[in-house]
């Protein structure tokens, strides 16, 4: 028996195999429906699934967040990225510091 590829072109190692080989492989997936087969979720693996379905998001802090609009100098944006990136902090942080630090001398 010979064994020349299906397709050499499909991903490996199904790109090498016989036909044979390949139906034998993808048979697994002409299974009925395995859902009817299942059991209900234990109170623990319902409550896994609630949190990695919970909206992921910027954390609240204080009282939330609000988008706002704002016109900032091109060089000056490009500033405050850099300082963003090499302090492991986000724009939105470095804005708000800025901002806090602004207040606390006004006060």
Do not use: C, N, W
Request: net charge positive; hydrophobic share 35%.
């Amino acid at each position: 028996m010979s064994h020349r590829p299906v397709e050499p072109r499909l991903p490996q190692p199904y790109g090498t195999m016989t036909a044979q080989e390949l139906d034998a492989e993808v048979a697994k997936f002409d299974r009925p429906f395995i859902a009817d087969q299942s059991r209900p979720m234990t109170r623990s693996e319902a409550a896994r699934e609630r949190r990695a379905r919970r909206k992921r998001g910027r954390p609240r802090i204080g009282k939330g967040a609000q988008r706002v609009l704002i016109t900032i100098e091109r060089g000056l944006l490009r500033d405050t990225d850099k300082y963003a990136r090499s302090s492991g902090l986000s724009r939105s942080q470095v804005i708000a510091r800025g901002l806090r630090g602004v207040l606390a001398g006004a006060a």
